[in-house]
């Protein structure tokens, strides 16, 4: 089982659409949450961080569950510019620097 | 900031040729991390550095695979001899122990 799981999508929705992004993470001992945007053929960039208690950056809401060691990521009033993929990562503890990055969600959004 | 660079950008060579990746982190960043990107595997951490030591190269898929980081703005990671399932985007990301990472613009590597 891997790590971090993600659908890898991809999702279709038109521009003005709501869409929501989940991912799940198998160690408990987990303490940071990211969600992280890569456009084609370039490198991931961080989207935003996701706190315990939810946090929200325009348009974009981030959760994260503890107990069920479920992330999700919604997107409201989708943009083309929106078209990308979205990488769910995990840090591995406390105490250490390594991310494990999810392999992705990828998003279309058509006019 | 300039950001993460790594050079080259892209990479052809032929199989059994040693290849050279390198990475100049962001000024002030203490970890250094090479990553590996295929279509099959995702994202795959290979190592990383702290304070230009390795911690971790437990990625690192077998003895063809090095890395070095002589000092903290410059590190090279070493492919030899190359083999066309080496091809991949490498990425070069560096922290500064904030918990979020800033990836280089990737060297795209094929192997022929």
């Known amino acids: 089982r891997k790590e971090v799981e993600q659908d890898p999508g991809p999702f279709n929705v038109p521009e003005g659409a709501t869409v929501a992004f989940n991912c799940t993470y198998s160690n408990s001992a987990s303490q940071s949450f990211f969600w992280y945007r890569q456009d084609c053929r370039k490198e991931p960039k961080l989207l935003m961080s996701v706190y315990s208690s939810g946090n929200e950056d325009g348009r974009f809401t981030a959760q994260l569950n503890r107990a069920s060691q479920y992330i999700s990521l919604l997107i409201r009033d989708s943009k083309l510019s929106d078209s990308a993929t979205y990488l769910c990562v995990v840090d591995r503890s406390y105490n250490t620097d390594k991310l494990i990055f999810g392999t992705g969600t990828r998003l279309q959004v058509f006019p | 900031d300039a950001g993460v660079i790594q050079s080259p950008r892209h990479e052809v060579t032929e199989m059994g040729q040693e290849v050279t990746l390198r990475c100049k982190p962001i000024?002030?960043?203490?970890?250094l991390f090479w990553y590996r990107q295929t279509m099959m595997r995702g994202l795959e951490l290979l190592i990383y550095f702290n304070n230009n030591v390795p911690i971790d190269d437990s990625g690192m898929p077998e003895d063809r695979f090095s890395a070095k980081m002589p000092n903290a703005s410059f590190s090279t990671l070493k492919i030899q001899p190359s083999e066309p399932r080496d091809s991949a985007v490498y990425f070069c990301a560096s922290s500064a122990g904030t918990g979020t990472q800033d990836f280089g613009s990737g060297t795209r590597l094929t192997v022929v």
């Open positions: 000024s002030g960043h203490n970890s």
